[in-house]
């Protein structure tokens, strides 16, 4: 973590982690341990707790303590307040990770009242306990993070009552939600729970967890729930000089002891969103989760290398991928990999961005199957590396990268859906050297470097400038990119039309985005970003990069997901917004 340009922690600030002796937890913490902050490891088993302190002590990992916690207990909780209170004064970060599910096949009153009370009512009463201590002056604000999970979400209740009543979210209260699970425990105590409209697991009888999960999914929808709720108490306290900043998440199915190590995400995954929203904290976000199986991204190039990473992290979120390669062989041995690892909701269409009728088949397709998208992320892109350049060889890089983008976007542009909640978003995967100091030509950085008034016609002249150039031979003329640091390195000057086609697409992303923003009442809003995933070692490069593919498809896959509103347009890096 760490990636945003602005670093609002040290190790000053204190971070307490419930539930993190293993699993989720225990990885939230190493993670928050890393960045430098002081962090909290709490547990109920006391023995647990600090062998796992050890286990982070080992790794050189000092600047963690540790403290029991028995969330269903009152006193284990005051005595942890009381604790941090003498030991730091005050808190900055609180991480509810602490849950537990029931799994057996018989259901009783007293295990789902024990679900419930450690994932609803144990959240809730440290929540409490600890709102004191968290400071006044938390850059950003102080943070709550409750961890919980898709099984949360409205769409699992039955009951239409309790869906309009809880998605009614800016005035949501404490007692509604306290309403909402004691009457689901009356229920379950009176063997009336298919009544309560509850969650309806029948798609999942035949799974090794079954109606258990039911106890499990309540409490999620009602911690999630109290996230809004205790929002809405907090800013209905005006005056008080405390901002503190309340969020809930899922960190995905992740394998951990909670559902006997069956999940397909890793402990690291796992912790990745609470961890960013600990330390990011975005203003845009709090209380909310905007993706599901119904949301639908298309990503380009992605049989392969950081684009078919892309598709698969983005799966792993429970989004709907449409994973797009020129070569169709290649494109469906790709989805039976990710089939493989139980990634079941993603889908292959044919597409080469350098064909019109290739684009138009996809759009086509795609509009009779989903009827329209939310996410498109460009990452379709070659490099001629050949010692020898050609004129062929130019243009069919400007083909690909520069003019295939534009042609994919403007085709699926009318696919994005009008209500993907934030905004659909449009994602190029472009490069650092597409970054206009490495353009020689004064009055080109300078045109190009005005993107609030860029448009389309000023990056094909741009574009078009370059190919005449190529074909007359008089590229140093033109002011192109200098190659000179480069000659003696494996690439030499071959790169200069791949440098030439990022410049275009970054310089693209700004046109789009004013052409876009120059279409009021339309009713879309369409948000777009490029990005560089870093030198990563691909085929690209004949695999000589620095970074892994899960490293390079963080910042595209990332911008997808969150869509900061501050860096629309603009070109990113390691989740931070670089100079183009």
């Known amino acids: ?27 939230i913490v190493c993670q928050l341990a890393k960045e430098g902050i002081t962090v909290v490891l709490t547990a109920r088993n006391e023995t647990r707790g600090k062998e796992a302190l050890e286990s982070l002590k080992s790794q050189e990992l000092h600047n963690v303590n540790f403290h029991p916690l028995d969330v269903t207990s009152q006193e284990s909780i005051l005595a942890l307040a009381d604790w941090l209170r003498k030991t730091y004064g005050g808190i900055d970060i609180l991480i509810n990770n602490a849950g537990i599910a029931s799994v057996d096949k018989d259901v009783t009153f007293e295990t789902v009242k024990l679900v419930m009370d450690t994932n609803y009512f144990g959240v809730k009463n440290v929540t409490k306990a600890l709102l004191s201590l968290l400071h006044d002056d938390t850059p950003g604000g102080a943070r709550v993070i409750v961890v919980a999970t898709r099984l949360g979400q409205l769409k699992n209740l039955l009951s239409k ?59 999620k929808v009602a911690v999630i729930a109290h996230v809004s709720a205790l929002h809405n108490t907090l800013v209905a306290r005006p005056g008080s000089g405390k901002k503190i900043k309340v ?13 006997n190590n069956r999940g397909i995400k890793t402990v690291e995954e796992g912790a990745d ?30 049989n392969k290398g ?21 070569d169709e062989t290649r494109g469906k041995e790709a989805l039976e990999s990710l089939k493989s690892q139980e990634l079941h909701n993603v889908n292959f269409h044919p597409l080469d961005v350098a064909s019109q009728e290739s684009i138009l088949a996809l759009a086509d397709w795609l509009r009779k199957t989903y009827g329209g998208i939310d996410i498109l992320i460009n990452n379709a892109g070659i490099a001629s590396v050949d010692k020898d350049v050609t004129f062929e060889t130019v243009k069919l890089v400007l083909d690909t990268n520069y003019f295939g983008v534009k042609n994919v976007t403007k085709a699926l542009l009318p696919l994005l859906h009008d209500d993907t909640p934030g ?25 190009l470097s005005d993107r609030e008034h860029l448009t389309e016609d000023v990056v094909d002249s741009f574009v078009n400038h370059y190919l005449k150039d190529v074909g007359d031979g008089s590229k140093k003329e033109g002011g192109w990119p200098n190659w000179i640091d480069w000659v003696n390195s494996p690439f030499g000057r071959p790169l200069e039309a791949y440098s030439v086609s990022k410049v275009a697409v970054i310089a693209y992303v700004s ?24 030198y990563v070692a691909t085929d690209l490069n004949n695999n000589r990069g620095t ?34």
């Not at 009336?192 to 029948?202: D, F, L, T, V, Y």
């Not at 969020?247 to 559902?259: E, I, M, Q, V």
């Not at 950081?306 to 797009?324: D, N, S």
């Not at 789009?512 to 809003?525: D, E, I, R, V």
């Open 1 to 27: 973590m760490g990636k945003e340009a602005e670093r609002r922690w040290s190790k000053d600030t204190v971070a307490v982690v419930t539930g993190a002796n293993k699993g989720i937890g225990f990885e």
């Open 161 to 219: 009552d309790y869906v309009e009543t809880l998605s009614d979210r800016e005035h949501l209260t404490e007692d509604v939600v306290d309403s909402f699970v004691n009457h689901y425990l009356k229920d379950v105590g009176d063997g009336s729970k298919k009544e309560g409209g509850w969650p309806n697991w029948i798609d999942w009888v035949n799974l090794p967890f079954g109606r258990p999960l039911e106890a499990y999914s309540v409490s």
């Open 247 to 259: 969020f809930s998440c899922s960190p995905g199915f992740t394998a951990t002891d909670l559902n």
């Open 273 to 302: 969103t609470p961890v960013w929203l600990a330390l990011q904290s975005p203003e845009e976000g709090i209380g909310t989760l905007w993706w599901s199986k119904d949301t639908v991204a298309v990503v380009t190039g992605a």
């Open 306 to 326: 950081i684009g078919f990473e892309i598709v698969r992290q983005l799966a792993k979120e429970g989004i709907t991928v449409v994973l797009t390669a020129r």
């Open 423 to 447: 905004g659909a978003r449009v994602i190029v995967v472009a490069s650092r050297l597409g970054q206009l100091k490495n353009l020689e030509s004064k009055d080109y950085v300078k045109t």
């Open 511 to 534: 046109a789009l985005h004013n052409t876009l923003a120059a279409q009021p009442g339309s009713g879309k809003k369409i948000n777009v970003f490029s990005c560089c995933p870093g």
């Open 547 to 580: 970074k892994t593919v899960e490293e390079g498809a963080d910042t595209p896959g990332w911008l997808a997901l969150q869509s900061p509103k501050e860096g629309i347009a603009k070109f990113w890096a390691e989740r931070k917004v670089v100079d183009f």
